[in-house]
Nanobody, 122 residues
Framework: QVQLVESGGGSVQAGGSLRLSCAAS????????MAWFRQTPGNEREFVAA????????DYADSVKGRFTISRDNAKNTVYLQMNSLNSEDTAVYYC???????????????WGQGTQVTVSS
């Protein structure tokens, strides 16, 4: 069991940057694959980025590759999403999620945070 709390969302102008954080409870954070998803009203939740347990392997959606960086600090039970060169299409609620087995599938993640709003104005 793990509980997740996101922070760091907000409003930014196009071209700017934000860093999201997701703090996890529990002693076994390092045992979970972690990911970020995002969702806009009326649309399905979509995969953004994922990172393996050790942090040595990452995966990104094509739409964010080269602009976003996912990282984790297992000592701090925290996963991060550094978002650079933001544009209006990045506006969404961002969720972090944890899984024992998953990659990109929403249904494969068992634990979710409450979400944090990111708004990019042009």
């Amino acid at each position: 069991q793990v509980q997740l709390v996101e922070s760091g969302g907000g409003s930014v102008q196009a071209g700017g940057s934000l860093r999201l954080s997701c703090a996890a409870s529990g002693r076994t954070f390092s045992g979970y694959k972690m990911a970020w998803f995002r969702q806009t009203p009326g649309n399905e939740r979509e995969f953004v980025a994922a990172i393996r347990r050790s942090g040595g392997s990452t995966d990104y959606a094509d739409s964010v590759k080269g602009r976003f960086t996912i990282s984790r600090d297992n000592a701090k039970n925290t996963v991060y999403l550094q978002m650079n060169s933001l544009n209006s299409e990045d506006t969404a609620v961002y969720y972090c999620a944890a899984s024992l087995v998953a990659s990109r599938g929403v249904n494969e993640y068992d634990w979710w945070g409450q979400g944090t709003q990111v708004t990019v104005s042009s």
